[in-house]
Structures are given as structure tokens and as C-alpha cells.
T-cell receptor, first 114, second 114 residues
């Protein structure tokens, strides 16, 4: 069965320091993996996706993620946090098949201190 | 602008009073889906639709109905809402199921059932 585990429910960083949001997945198939961001009182925005091409994926707003099959991980990073990055982040795996379901992690809330 | 539009954004209703949350997409996507988001649980799929007149249950379908009479619209119907359906609801669409392009989400509908 497919599953996603976000290892931290809350991460706090100072502005200008690196961001690391951790995600492990379990999938019987070659997965499609995504990171979505949700700003307060807003909808979900796609940050980046992995679909079996390059293992290092670059997304919007300076974020990137590396797919590591041996570690079943898809961690999200950014070299330098900005105040506007404060939001909740979801790691997502696409189950595939006819259901086309997305399995969401429980989310990581990122706080950025000035 | 390519988008998924949900209405209303906020809704407070009483137990047992039928309601409909509308969802419309302008991208000619075949696949549409409804999710509910609850604190600490991430997003869970309620129903999905592979195409017009093709719908099926997701992981938490109890108490909900959907229809897909036109490609662009996928309304969510609560025939007799109960307080445990108080949640944040998202509609999503994709070109096809398990889209490598990611899913586009609406802005969400915050439903409170009293």
C-alpha cells in the first residue's frame, strides 16, 4: 500500500537560513511524488513534482527536492528561507490506477522567524 | 486563466439541511476529485470522476454524493449534513488520472455544520 510520512509536524527557521522538510514514502509502483504548499486561508499550490526523470527536481520560489529511491525519501529544501515561505507543506504520492488518488502526508508547518 | 473554481468559499449550515458545493474547471480536464482536509489528517479523497458520467468512491465517501453530467462541473452534495462533516473541502482536476502534470486545486470551501 502507498503511504507518505512527513517526519516533522512543525519546523521553525530563521530568515536567511536553509530549510529542510523531510518526507518518506512507501509505494509498490514507481511513484509520482509532489510537494504542495498551502498558505493561510489559501488553496493548494504545486511546488514541484518528480515523475521518474531527473532525481533532483527544481520547483518554484527556489525550492528543490531530491528523489532517493534507496532511502525512499523526497525531502524538500531551500537554501535561504524568506518570511513569505511561512506556510504548510504537503508531501504527496500519486497512487495511480483508475482511482488516480493522491495520498497526502499530514503536513509540515513551516515558521520563519525574522 | 486556467483554474478550478469552488463555491461558496464559506458555508455555515444546520444539521440535516441539504447543500451543494459547486466545482468547475476550465481546462478541459477529464479527471476531477473531491478531498476533505482535517487537522492532523492531511487531505483524504471523498469521490472522484474519470470522465463524464463516470464517478466512484474514494476513501471517505459516507454521507456524500457527486454527479458528473458535464466535463467541467463536479458538484459535491451533502443530502443530510452532520457536524462530523465540518471540514475544509477541496476540488481538484487533472488532465487524466495519475497525471504527471500534477493536480490543480480550487481555493477550498470551509463548511461548518451546527
Amino acid at each position: 500500500a502507498q503511504s507518505v510520512t512527513q517526519l516533522d509536524s512543525h519546523v521553525s527557521v530563521s530568515e536567511g537560513t536553509p530549510v529542510l522538510l523531510r518526507c518518506n514514502y512507501s509505494s509498490s509502483y514507481s511513484p509520482s511524488l509532489f510537494w504542495y504548499v498551502q498558505h493561510p486561508n489559501k488553496g493548494l499550490q504545486l511546488l514541484l513534482k518528480y515523475t521518474s526523470a531527473a532525481t533532483l527536481v527544481k520547483g518554484i520560489n527556489g525550492f528543490e527536492a531530491e528523489f532517493k529511491k534507496s532511502e525512499t525519501s523526497f525531502h524538500l529544501t531551500k537554501p535561504s528561507a524568506h518570511m513569505s515561505d511561512a506556510a504548510e507543506y504537503f508531501c504527496v504520492v500519486s497512487v495511480g490506477g483508475s482511482q488516480g488518488n493522491l495520498i497526502f502526508g499530514k503536513g509540515t508547518k513551516l515558521s520563519v522567524k525574522p | 486563466e486556467a483554474q478550478v473554481t469552488q463555491n461558496p468559499r464559506y458555508l455555515i449550515t444546520v444539521t440535516g439541511k441539504k447543500l451543494t458545493v459547486t466545482c468547475s474547471q476550465n481546462m478541459n480536464h477529464e479527471y476531477m476529485s473531491w478531498y476533505r482536509q482535517d487537522p492532523g489528517l492531511g487531505l483524504r479523497q471523498i469521490y472522484y470522476s474519470m470522465n463524464v458520467e463516470v464517478t466512484d468512491k474514494g476513501d471517505v465517501p459516507e454521507g456524500y454524493k457527486v454527479s458528473r453530467k458535464e466535463k467541467r462541473n463536479f458538484p459535491l452534495i451533502l443530502e443530510s449534513p452532520s457536524p462530523n462533516q465540518t471540514s475544509l473541502y477541496f476540488c481538484a482536476s487533472s488532465l487524466v488520472a495519475r497525471s504527471y502534470y500534477g493536480y490543480t486545486f480550487g481555493s477550498g470551501t470551509r463548511l461548518t455544520v451546527v
